[in-house]
C-alpha cells in the first residue's frame, strides 16, 4: 500500500517523538526501591512480622536509625493481602510468598511509622529510634484505613 | 472490504485522512506542555521523572489516540442513537467523564448518559485497580491496558468511518481543538498526579 509523503513525514514525527519522550523519562528514572536484596555487612535487627485481630504486629517494634532492618513475616497466621506488606515512609512494599518473606531496608529517619496492607486493611505501627537511642515526636499521620471494600480486613472484592 | 477502503482513506481527503496528522499536533501539544511545566516548575522536585514519568508518558499517549475520534465525531455531528453510546462509552471511559460528556452529547441524552457513566466507572475502576494491584506488576498492567485501549480507539475510528462512510462532512476546522484539549489534559493529569490528593500507596 503506497502512503501519502505528508502521513509518512507525520508517521516518522511521531516515532520520533515517542522515542525520545520515552527515552527521556526511561533515562531520569532510576530505581529507588531500597527493599530486600541488598548486602549489607553491618548490624542487623532482625523483626518478626504477624497478624493479629487484623493488625500487623512487629516483634520488636522499635528499631534504631540508620541500621538495617530483617522483617521476617509469620505467614502461617497472615491471611490474604495482608501478605502484601507497603511501608509508604520508606518507599517499602512487597508480597511475601511462602520461599520469600523477608523484607530488608535501612530506616534513614527517626519516628513513629505506619505499616500497610496494599489495600491499606490490615495495618500496624513501628518506631524507629535516633541515632543516639532517643525516641523522635515525629509520628507519621493515621492512614485512614478501610478501603473501597469496607472495613474487617476482607480484601479482593473488586468491581 | 470496508477494513482495506478505511486504510486507504487515511491517505484520503476525507476526515480519516488527518487522524495522523490529528495524533501527531496532540502528541508535540502534549509533550511540550509536559516539557515545559517540567523544566519551569518541576524540575527540583524529588523523583518527579521516575515517580510519574512512567504514567505521563502513558497518559499522553493515550490522549493523543483519543484525539482523533474526537475530530472524527466534530467532523460530521450527528450520528445515530447506537452509534453515540459506543463514542460515549469508548471515550468515556477512556478519558473520563467530561470528555464522554462532550462527544456523547451528538447523538442526543443516550450519548450523553453513556459517556457519564463509563466516565464515572472507568475513573473508579481505574483508581481502584491501581491500589489492587500495587504490588502486582502495575506498570506492566498499564502498558497491557493503554494497549488495549488503543485498539478499541482505533476500532472506534473504523466504526465511525463505517457509519459515516456515505455522509458528507458538515464541520471542518483547524487543530486548535486538538491543541486546547490535549494541553489541558496534560495539564490536569499532571495537576492530580502531583498535587492532587494521593492513597497511601502513593505518597
Redesign the interface.
Known sequence: ????K??LL??V??LL??LL??S??IS???N?SNVSGTVYNGDVQIVKLSVQNGNYVLEPSEFKEGVLVRIEADLSNMPGCSR?V?I?SFKV???FSSNNNIIEFIPDKAGTF?I?C???MYSGKFTVLEKNGTKSDYVEQK?NSG??CGAGGGC?C?? | MALNEF??E??GERIE?EI??T??VS??TS?LT?FLIYYIKLRDMN?F??DY??FL?FA??SYALIMPSIRQVRAFKQFPCMTGMMIGMTIGMSVGIFLGYFNGRCCGIMGIMEGLMAGF?GG??GA??A??M???NLKLAGVIIFVICSVILLGLNYMLYKETKFEERIHYEDQFITIVLSFLLTVLSIWFMVFGPK???F?
Open positions: 500500500m503506497k502512503i501519502k505528508s502521513n507525520y508517521l514525527g511521531i517523538i515517542i519522550a520515552g527521556f523519562v531520569k528514572s532510576e529507588l502484601s507497603v509508604p512494599s512487597k508480597t505506619n500497610v496494599s489495600m491499606n492512614i478501603s473501597s479482593g473488586g468491581g | 486504510v486507504k487515511l491517505n485522512g495522523i496528522k495524533l501527531m502528541l508535540i509533550f509536559l523523583n521523572i521516575s514519568g512512567f508518558f499522553v499517549l466507572m473508579l475502576m481502584m485497580t491500589i489492587m500495587y504490588n502486582d492513597g497511601v500507596l505518597q
